[in-house]
């Protein structure tokens, strides 16, 4: 397995994937300690002075672990940045990163090439969200350390194109790290996606359905209820295309098979307020294609063993 220097072995080459609203110091620490990268959207430590509170209780809380477990696994964790113009936060909870040497920035939205230089100052890594060719090589360009190839069928905003396509288009010139999104819930689906020459998984809805999320148990209990058929795309609640359940489309009172068109312009990362006001995040649910194989709301912990074990024995069956 080709893993960046500055990353340690993992127990299962997962990173969990940034949940807006969802992700939260208690399921980042959870994923950590249990051998997966665990990450969160700066976005969600709100008021602004949150970010810093939210910092020291994750680094603080993986160190006091470590100390007590000194052969236990632990993953790094990792910060999620949105490089839009509405987001009026980002010079400022970068600095926030930095005093704490964040160990993995992922940035998502535009190429990062002016955040780039910064994170390579602290020692940080900066992975990218890509949904096509054209997006990875303007990443790459931007002197990212890895890409995270989101393909049809992720949770949230996602791209159309199949994880065997992007991934092998991609392969063409790039050797560095990826990681593959796209209805990934199981370990069966992690070996896959190293299969096909990804790194890691990326895995976020399984993630919701944990006790630990910040969400709505009503949320996490239509996310057990749903299968791929109750997962609608679209791009009208945020202006860029996602993947929605469409239960909850319709609980909020609207049609779920018309729904108008909207644009890009539609995005709004104003302060911290963003959950208060981008409602698509607040009362329509996103989650990926996998739902179906998710049948219950367990702890992280126990939600990374089963698919540690699950991972095991299929590359045992394969081997």
């Known amino acids: 397995m080709a893993w960046p220097s500055a990353l340690p072995h993992l127990s299962l080459p997962v990173i969990g994937a940034p949940l807006f609203i969802i992700s939260n110091p208690e399921l980042v620490v959870a994923q950590c300690v249990n051998g997966v990268i665990g990450a969160f959207p700066a976005l969600n430590a709100r008021p602004p002075d949150s970010l810093d509170h939210w910092l020291a209780r994750i680094t603080a809380e993986l160190a006091a672990f470590k100390a007590k477990s000194p052969q236990a696994e632990i993953a790094p964790f990792a910060v999620n940045q949105i490089i839009h113009p509405s987001n009026d936060r980002l010079r400022r909870d970068l600095e926030v990163c930095a005093g704490y040497k964040v160990p993995i920035i992922i940035t998502s939205l535009s190429a990062p090439g002016a955040i780039t230089p910064h994170v390579h100052a602290w020692g940080g890594l900066v992975f990218h969200d890509v949904i096509n060719v054209r997006h990875a090589r303007k990443a790459i360009d931007a002197g990212v350390d890895g890409l995270i190839l989101v393909c049809a069928g992720a949770g949230g905003h996602a791209g159309a194109l199949s994880p065997f396509a992007l991934i092998e288009e991609v392969r063409h010139f790039w050797d560095g790290p990826i990681a593959l999104a796209g209805a990934i819930t199981t370990g069966r689906g992690v070996l896959a996606a190293r299969a096909l020459g990804a790194d890691f998984a990326y895995v976020g809805t399984r993630f919701i359905a944990t006790t630990e999320a910040n969400a709505d148990d009503r949320y996490k209990e239509m996310i057990v209820a749903s299968d791929a058929e109750g997962v609608l795309y679209s791009p009208y609640f945020t202006g860029v295309s996602g993947n929605y359940l469409r239960a909850s489309v319709a609980a ?18 104003q302060s911290g307020a963003a959950a208060e006001t981008v409602k698509a995040w607040r009362d329509i649910w996103g989650a990926g294609q996998g739902v179906g194989a998710i049948k219950d709301i367990s702890p992280a912990a126990e939600v990374i063993s089963r698919m540690r074990e699950e991972y095991l024995t299929a590359k045992a069956k394969l081997c």
């Open 252 to 269: 909020a009172g609207l049609d779920p098979d018309h729904l108008p068109e909207r644009g890009k312009s539609a995005m709004d990362f």
